[in-house]
């Protein structure tokens, strides 16, 4: 497993999604450009086709008596998209021992890798009662354990 340090708690890995989309009518504004707000639902699109790709999905968790709330999301705007953009989302899972689930995100033209936006977001365990979990729950560990990234 390739894995490249962000700093003393984070590390990049390989685990990577790619997935795509055509940008909708609905998504756009006045300005014929995609309304900000559109590209925090394309990395939650990224989010589901990773966790469809690696075993990691919402459901997964749920039957584990776990949620998975975004506590913290960023988005950084490079270029605009239009109507009918075709569009590569590509979804990094970011390892960390802290009890969360990092993904950064970069978002692309289909056919130009340069990114009309990045982004990072931070998801938290919590029991189907609500309580935080302060520790990484057991399923997340094995988990983890199959992709590599713990012995």
Known sequence: MKRNKIDS???????????????RFNEVDS??????????KYFEDGREAFGDQHGF??????EQQLLTPVVDISCHYKKQLAYGDEVIIETEFIDTQAA????????FKKGDETPVATGRSVQVFLSTDGELLLTNPD?????????????
């Open 9 to 23: 708690f984070e590390t990049k890995t390989n685990l990577i999604n790619r997935t795509s989309i055509k940008v």
């Open 31 to 40: 300005l014929r450009i995609v309304w900000h707000g559109h590209y925090i």
């Open 57 to 62: 999905g919402y459901l997964d968790f749920y």
């Open 100 to 107: 969360k689930i990092i993904f950064e995100y970069k978002v």
């Open 139 to 151: 399923f997340y560990i094995e988990w983890k354990k199959k992709q590599g990234l713990i012995e």
